[in-house]
């Protein structure tokens, strides 16, 4: 009887991790208490392709719409995906991202990456912790902020991001419904720029 490879467990349990959450990380194989060695044997084998530093995923898995978002994000735990990245996730906009936005808790060390180019925006308090959901994207789960709060963030730094980027985002998300006045609203009001943007939103009611 052919007896099974000493690595068959932990191999199956780093594919399944890859199958789950779309991005493995070697550090991610810690809590399994998996050597890193079998993730690099199974990219020797090609079960598994290396898509940035530190970070696999199955060889056979679909083409990455959006890899910057999902390498990013896998890179920089607790930091949101925000402002244009957002946007152009929701439709939202037609701006192509020359960045990966993201939102960060004030306080928070600035992550260092190569690449894809970053830009960071901060907040604190409701207006950060308010306004965050997930989406599924590659396979992976992404924190990002919701439509309502990403528009109303866009008019909060619209010094950076564009007031165009911004009244555009707001009329399609009106237009499209993926938030109501009373949503974006709120999520104004959070962001303390509700007297800024009430004006725009009577104009497109």
Same mark, same amino acid.
């Given at each position: ?63 990455? *719409?959006?890899?910057?978002?999902? #390498?990013?994000? !896998? =890179? /920089? %735990? ?7 990245? @957002? ?43 308010? *306004?965050?959901?997930?989406?599924? #994207?590659?396979? !992976? =789960? /992404? %924190? ?7 528009? @109303? ?16 985002a707001l009329r399609e998300g009106l237009n499209k419904k993926r938030f109501t006045p009373a949503e ?22």
């Open positions: 009887m052919t007896e099974p490879h000493p690595d068959q467990g932990p191999r199956a349990k780093i594919l399944e991790l890859a199958a789950d959450a779309g991005v493995v990380r070697p550090r991610d194989l810690a809590a399994y208490d998996i050597h890193r060695m079998t993730l690099t044997r199974l990219v020797d084998e090609g079960l598994m392709v290396r898509v940035g530093w530190g970070l696999y995923r199955l060889t056979n898995a679909e083409p990455m *719409g959006a890899p910057d978002v999902v #390498l990013v994000s !896998a =890179r /920089v %735990p607790g930091a949101v995906i925000g402002l244009v990245s @957002a946007l152009s996730q929701y439709g939202l906009t037609l701006e192509i991202p020359k960045t990966v936005d993201l939102l960060l808790p004030r306080g928070m060390a600035s992550p260092k990456m190569d690449y894809p180019p970053l830009r960071l925006f901060r907040a604190s308090g409701d207006s950060f912790d308010q *306004g965050i959901t997930a989406i599924d #994207l590659d396979g !992976a =789960r /992404v %924190p990002i902020t919701t439509p309502a709060k990403t528009v @109303a963030d866009c008019f909060k730094f619209r010094s950076r991001v564009g007031k165009d980027i911004a009244l555009e974006f609203g709120a999520a104004a009001k959070v962001d303390r720029v509700l007297a800024v943007v009430r004006p725009y939103v009577e104009s497109l009611l």
